[in-house]
């Protein structure tokens, strides 16, 4: 005889929260390494330095993490994240095509924060059209959605190397750099608007979380369970779009990091409550950002972009991951 | 009272579902019957909101289905239809659970968890209850997924194909559970049935489609008829009384 629901249940939970502390724990010992080790000279300026990358690290982490989760909520699927409706692609275009348009200045000496709203403008602009177009009507397949973003995505790319192929090479340098994710050169009042949209974004989402749960268990099940599934969904896909929009404006497109940080959640947690999965998956985020940009910064000593090393690991399990989706 | 007005469903220029009226009567089974294709689970889907009919009403109690808020609703009617692939990883008790989401919104009271435990225990799942899904067989995952929808605590139940999957003394066992709940519980019961020998031994009234259309609705003995399911199947179908019930040979 196995036990009441009521206390499997919350033993469940315990173990849900027990995992949740460990994860909490290595993100503050990450966090504290990131601060203290190597630290010299004068303690006021390098702290500074670092509690601002450790900021933008955060805001990023949970904007990646929520993103990320929401998406697989709401497709349904494990394998594909915000990535694969085009918007780093998006985001590469629209710098390209400052770039391509007004030359490298105007990118370098536009008002950072004017520029980070025009982008994110673009990007949630983008995404409503591509939304409404496709979930317009009711009951139509996500796959169409998802396949419409790799279509969009092979589009823009092949725009701004189109666009990259025509600026002249100093310009270039300049966009290139602007293009790979780095944690050195945030501005701090682009980094304060970002943290106040985040924080807005994850309240919403936590409001979302138990009907997220049962928008999980697909479109049938959802609307029988008396969730207004169309709604959940658009509101998701906003939240997902202001999320990619900020992290991607704030230290450029970091592919493969959405899709570790889901997926490793679910693992760690074996968990489907959202409320468990957001907090886990930000804590991992955090954990794999400020580990990386800790291991980047002491081991490899050298500056060279965070997005190298993430692409790398989160690569090699994206692909671990379609290989064992595949044997099943 | 589940009232059908004229409901049609197109896709393209196959209308799947052809000005349909129907009354279901609270309490007891119904069986809807019919061949592939005659639009069953599509009237069904209808019924139960998943699908927006083109034209023509539905109304639960009085309650008009494509207006009424989906969370009033999900307390009335339950529905569970045949393909039921989630990509959520749950035990058994955490899919059962869900089925108390309507009425207490994600946040499970001593109230619910007791209910689940009917429901696990009513479906002899006691010893899978903290499986996963995954890990079960088509009719275990199956008996699930109907648990979940007893679960839910509504006064009218729709079930799309519950056979599905099934052996014979699963089968058997699920339809008299469905029996008791019409019985025990006073649920009103729909359901898709493709057997009609378990529609005659365990429903009363029998609804049946061709090409959309109801062609005709009864008792159990007025549409157990050789010309009847002739003209719902295409087949000489022979009707004996056995043991009390008609049963239908067609398979030599």
């Not at chain 1, 709401?74 to 390209?96: A, E, H, K, S, W």
């Not at chain 1, 396949?147 to 790319?157: C, E, Q, R, S």
């Not at chain 2, 000489?236 to 239908?248: C, F, L, N, W, Y």
Request: with cysteine.
């Amino acid at each position: 005889m196995t036990a009441p629901t009521g206390t499997a249940l919350a033993a469940a939970r315990r173990r849900e929260r027990r995992r949740l502390a460990v994860l909490a724990l290595v993100a503050v010992a990450v966090v504290a390494g990131f601060c203290l080790v190597g630290l010299t000279g004068n303690w006021e300026y390098a702290m500074g330095i670092r509690s601002r990358k450790i900021a933008t690290m955060v805001a990023v982490g949970v904007a990646v993490a929520c993103s990320s989760v929401l998406f697989q909520t709401v497709t349904g699927n494990r394998i594909l994240t915000p990535g694969i409706m085009g918007f780093d692609q998006l985001f590469v275009l629209v710098q390209t095509l400052i770039v391509f348009l007004f030359g490298a200045l105007a990118l370098s000496t536009a008002d950072p924060r004017l520029l980070f709203a025009g982008q994110v403008t673009v990007m949630v602009v983008f995404a409503g059209l591509l939304y409404r177009w496709l979930f317009g009507r009711e009951g139509r397949d996500l796959y169409v959605l998802v396949l419409a973003g790799v279509v969009f995505g092979t589009l823009f790319g092949s725009l701004s190397s189109l666009a990259a192929r025509l600026i002249n090479p100093n310009d270039f340098v300049v966009l290139q750099d602007s293009l790979f994710a780095s944690f050195n050169q945030v501005d701090p009042g682009l980094l304060a608007l970002s943290a106040v949209l985040v924080a807005v974004m994850a309240a919403w989402t936590v409001r979302l979380a138990h009907r997220l749960d049962v928008v999980a268990l697909g479109r049938d099940h959802a609307l029988n369970l008396g969730v207004h599934h169309a709604s959940v969904v658009n509101q998701a896909l906003v939240v997902v779009a202001v999320l990619v929009s900020v992290s991607t404006a704030l230290v450029g497109p970091l592919t493969f990091l959405g899709v570790l940080v889901a997926n490793l959640a679910r693992q760690l947690t074996g968990s489907f409550r959202h409320l468990t999965l957001l907090p886990a998956a930000t804590l991992i985020s955090v954990i794999v950002l400020v580990g990386g940009q800790l291991v980047l910064e002491r081991v490899f000593t050298m500056n060279t972009a965070l997005s190298v090393i993430i692409n790398f690991v989160g690569g090699a399990y994206f692909i671990a991951l379609l290989i064992r989706e595949s044997r099943r | 009272m589940i009232e059908i007005k004229d409901v049609t469903k197109r896709y393209g220029d196959t209308t799947v579902v052809d000005r349909v009226s129907l009354t279901i009567r609270p309490g007891g089974v119904t069986s809807v019957i019919g061949a592939n294709g005659a639009g069953k689970s599509t009237l069904l889907s209808i019924i139960s909101r998943l699908i927006p009919a083109d034209a023509g009403t539905v109304t639960v109690d009085g309650l008009d289905v494509a207006t009424t808020p989906g969370e009033l609703l999900a307390r009335r009617l339950a529905v569970l239809r045949q393909d039921n692939h989630m990509s959520v990883r749950l035990t058994v008790r955490e899919l059962v659970a869900f089925g108390r989401f309507p009425h207490s919104g994600g946040r499970l009271t001593a109230r619910d968890h007791e209910l689940v435990d009917e429901a696990i225990g009513y479906f002899e799942l006691d010893g899978l209850a903290d499986r996963h899904l995954d890990q079960l067989s088509g009719g275990q995952r199956q008996r699930a997924y109907v648990a979940m929808v007893l679960c839910q605590d509504t006064d009218y139940v729709l079930l799309d194909e519950p056979l599905n999957n099934l052996d014979m003394r699963h089968a058997v066992h699920m339809m008299r559970r469905v029996r008791r709940m019409a019985d025990d519980f006073g649920k009103t019961v729909v359901l898709v049935v493709h057997d009609i020998n378990f529609a005659s031994c365990h429903s009363d009234t029998i609804v049946a489609m061709r090409d959309g259309a109801v062609i005709a609705q009864g008792s159990t003995a007025e549409m157990m008829r050789p010309e009847l399911l002739r003209e719902v199947y295409d087949l000489d179908i022979g009707v004996h009384e056995i043991g009390g019930s008609r049963i239908g040979v067609y398979f030599s």
